[in-house]
Structure formats: C-alpha cells, structure tokens
C-alpha cells in the first residue's frame, strides 16, 4: 500500500529540500504574554535550535526542538483560532498542555524550516479543512488520531511491544446528552463526531515492563479504563526523547499540581505513577511515531530509513 503523505506536503518540499543544503479538560490558570517577543512569534533561539538540528534524526530534531520549552507552564487549552469561539492565540511560546506541547514540537520537528512550522501544526489541528472551532480535532480518539495517521503524519506502533487490547465504543447522539462534560465543548450536535471508536492499548504492566524499549520520538498516550458512557480513553499525550542513560525518557507537559510545567521524567516511573489513579483507572498506553519524509528520508543510514 502506497502512504499517503500528508496534504501540506507540496508547501514543505522546498523548505525541506533548502534544509538539506549549507490529562485532558483539567483547568488551569491563564498565564500572561512575554513582553520580549508577540504572543504568537517564533523566539529566535527556536527557529536558532531548529535549524541547528536540522541534519539529525527525527527523534533527535524532536528533542532539539523542543529544549528550549522545558519549565513552560502548563495552562489547560492554552491555543484556539485567535477569533471566533475561541480567541485564544493560534500559536504561543510561553505555555502548554500536554497536546499543544506535542504539536508544536511535531511542527517543529517536521518542518524543512520553523518558519513553514503552521503547515504541520495546522495539519495535526486541523486536518484538511480550513483552520476554526468547529474543525479542529478535539478529540483524540475519534478525530485527531484518525486524522494523523490518515493524513501520513503518525503511524501505530503500540503492537510493536507486546500484546494489545482493543478498545471500542460507540459515540451515538444519546451518549453526548448524557455526557456530564459535553458542555465543555462549543459545538453544536451537529459538530460532535459520532460513531465507533477503536483504540489497541498496550496493557500498563506490559508498558512498565518494556518501558525502556521503546524508540525515542514515540508519542505516548495514557490510557484510562473504557467506560461505555464516555467519549474517550485518552487523558495525556507526551513523547520519549533520545538519552544516553538505558531508562526511557518521556516529556510532556506535566499536569501534576507538585509541577504543572514541561518536565522529563523516566518513563517507567511515569507508567507507574499512573497506576495509582483510583477515580478513573490506567489501563495502559498507545503509542504511535510521526512518519519522516520528503528530502531528509536520503539523509538517515539504512538502518533508520528501515525503521520508517
């Protein structure tokens, strides 16, 4: 089967080709601008990290990238469509969530340049359709992830690292009445997703025990128990990052109230942390990698291009 590439490739190729030459719905408190650059502006010491790391594997770029964001705090929904039914920013250096936390170093990341990084964040936001409230990809298990995977950006690995269980449900108009956070959402009920949703989820001990197995770059997604009466599984997103150390090493956005901020910490802790939930239980992780391409594909050894 031919991959699909992902629909902004055609604004990404020139960039690429000059670059190889010389827990979600928590709260959190809004956090101010930064005076020294606007809102929405790249700093220059990430455009200056990005370009610097733009010759090195992908997930070294994804470690590279994202550095100078470690210790930002972590705000709840921190980026909307800058108008409209959300007018926070479109794009923001200063805070995350644990998604936003993800895209921005995906864009980053994957982009031949920082400064054509919109094309792959918007693409992950977004998919196809044109930038607003009522298109962007809300939910991970029926919209974003569907929409990364299909559109090339992501690609399942979960089933690399042992046996998965499979989780489905199905998103009927009744469920979302019925949801005690559907008001959360300014969508109407003819903008919330519907049908079945499936997820492979890695049971967590099988996680904790292959925790440092698993590849630098992976994005890793927490996963909660299934409960028919609720609209997804997925309640934090962070990626492992290349270390010199034999323990695996995740980085997110860290909702923890000891530090709500972008933080490292061993994977494995991590997993096990997460099987002290008592409210809603952890049931274990999925895990997916962003999907190289364009010019730097003739860049890696034969080894990383067979990884792909």
């Avoid at 934090?236 to 034999?246: E, I, L």
Wanted: charged share 25%; proline share 7%; glycine share 6%.
């Amino acid at each position: 089967m031919t991959r699909r590439l992902p629909s902004a490739i055609l604004a990404l190729v020139v960039p690429l080709m000059l670059a190889t030459g010389p827990d979600a719905g928590d709260t959190g408190d809004a956090v101010p601008a930064p005076t020294a650059v606007p809102l929405g502006a790249i700093p220059s010491n990430i455009i200056d990290q990005a370009r610097q790391a733009r010759h090195q594997s992908l997930a070294d770029r994804m470690k590279s990238v994202s550095e100078p964001l470690i210790d930002a705090p972590y705000v709840n929904d921190p980026m909307g469509e800058g108008q409209g039914r959300d007018v926070d920013p479109y794009t923001r250096y200063d805070a995350y969530d644990c998604l936003t936390l993800v895209e921005e170093t995906l864009a980053l990341a994957l982009s031949g340049d920082a400064v054509h990084s919109a094309d792959v964040r918007t693409g992950l936001r977004y998919g196809t359709s044109e930038p607003s409230y009522s298109t962007r990809n809300h939910f991970m298990e029926l919209q974003w992830i569907p929409e990364a995977v299909d559109n090339g950006w992501l690609r399942e690995t979960t089933g690399d690292y042992g046996q998965t269980v499979i989780h489905e449900n199905e998103i009927t108009p009744e469920l979302w009445q019925k949801w005690g956070r559907r008001s959360l959402f300014q969508l109407t009920d003819d903008e919330l997703p519907m049908g079945k949703m499936t997820l492979a989820v890695l049971p967590l001990q099988t996680a904790i025990d292959v925790a440092d197995t698993i590849r630098p770059g992976s994005i890793i997604m927490s996963v909660r128990e299934n409960r028919h009466w609720v609209p997804l599984w997925i309640t934090h997103v962070g990626f492992t990052v290349p270390t010199d150390g034999d323990a695996a090493i995740i980085r997110h956005a860290n909702r923890m109230k000891s530090s709500m901020r972008v933080r490292d910490n061993k994977l494995k802790w991590y997993l096990e942390h997460t099987g002290t939930y008592k409210n809603w239980k952890a049931a274990g992780i999925a895990i997916y990698e962003p999907v190289e391409f364009g010019p730097r594909l003739s860049r890696l050894t034969e080894e990383q291009r067979a990884a792909l």
